[in-house]
């Protein structure tokens, strides 16, 4: 078990520091501070560019988003084979949740964000732009960046719905028979609890009406000796 758990923080380890080391090189990458290639293959070069030109630096807070929605899958799909109790098992399926709504959140942020720069770029210089016309004033919001405002909308409401269905069908079906099972369970306790009052409320009844007929007993005997 500890050989186990050393090699899977060691691979967490490792893996985060990757993916971390990938960020930072995308997130430098963006703002201009580095330039690199990373492999010389044209089509991932394509893909690389329409990531940079439709998400920009969105990609990396809707990664981490992804990510930990998948690790907090896992753990819940864990938690409800091993029994865990109802409490753990919905604060992971609240976080579940919680990072279903954050990746809508992040696609709506960042589209507002985008349309804002867009629009300040396009219309910082009023003279300037008026001058140049209609399809120059078009192309500095495409420069400022309302294609990243418009593809984050996108990108952000089809991973927030895919997130939805792929939670559904991977612990749907056990979650609810989880919940269904631990509402029984407390419903079972309930009544045995209710019923062991009730045996005890009669035995006490019983030893009540006892000492009364012994009681009534003891009061007549000295009536008919007399």
């Given at each position: 078990?500890?050989?186990?758990?050393?090699?899977?923080?060691?691979?967490?380890?490792?893996?985060?520091?990757?993916?971390?080391?990938?960020?930072?090189?995308?997130?430098?990458?963006?703002?201009?501070?580095?330039?690199?290639?990373?492999?010389?293959?044209?089509?991932?070069?394509?893909?690389?560019?329409?990531?940079?030109?439709?998400?920009?630096?969105?990609?990396l807070?809707?990664?981490?988003?992804?990510?930990?929605?998948?690790?907090?899958?896992?753990?819940?799909?864990?938690?409800?084979?091993?029994?865990r109790?109802?409490?753990?098992?919905?604060?992971?399926?609240?976080?579940?949740?919680?990072?279903?709504?954050?990746?809508?959140?992040?696609g709506?942020?960042?589209?507002?964000?985008?349309?804002?720069?867009?629009l300040?770029?396009a219309?910082?210089?009023?003279?300037?732009?008026?001058?140049?016309?209609?399809?120059?004033?078009?192309?500095?919001?495409?420069?400022?960046?309302?294609?990243?405002?418009?593809?984050?909308?996108?990108?952000?409401?089809?991973?927030?719905?895919?997130?939805?269905?792929?939670?559904?069908?991977?612990?749907?079906?056990?979650l609810?028979?989880?919940?269904?099972?631990?509402?029984?369970?407390?419903d079972?306790?309930?009544?045995?609890?209710?019923?062991?009052?009730?045996?005890?409320?009669?035995?006490?009844?019983?030893?009540?009406g006892?000492?009364?007929?012994?009681?009534?007993?003891?009061?007549?005997?000295?009536?008919?000796?007399?």
């Open positions: 078990m500890n050989t186990r758990g050393f090699v899977q923080g060691f691979l967490w380890g490792a893996l985060s520091a990757l993916f971390g080391g990938l960020f930072m090189l995308y997130g430098l990458n963006m703002m201009g501070l580095l330039g690199f290639t990373l492999i010389k293959v044209p089509e991932f070069q394509q893909i690389m560019n329409w990531t940079y030109h439709n998400l920009g630096l969105s990609l807070p809707f990664t981490l988003t992804l990510v930990l929605f998948a690790i907090t899958l896992k753990r819940l799909r864990q938690r409800i084979e091993q029994q109790p109802i409490a753990e098992v919905a604060q992971l399926d609240h976080l579940c949740d919680l990072w279903t709504g954050l990746f809508f959140g992040i709506v942020i960042w589209t507002a964000i985008g349309m804002r720069s867009a300040i770029h219309l910082g210089e009023p003279e300037t732009t008026a001058a140049e016309g209609a399809f120059n004033l078009l192309r500095r919001l495409v420069d400022g960046g309302i294609l990243i405002a418009l593809s984050t909308t996108i990108f952000g409401g089809i991973g927030g719905y895919l997130m939805r269905v792929t939670k559904t069908c991977v612990v749907g079906n056990q609810r028979q989880f919940y269904t099972s631990t509402a029984n369970d407390q079972s306790a309930v009544i045995e609890q209710l019923v062991a009052i009730e045996s005890q409320l009669k035995q006490l009844n019983d030893d009540d006892i000492c009364v007929t012994e009681g009534n007993q003891h009061e007549s005997e000295p009536m008919g000796t007399n």
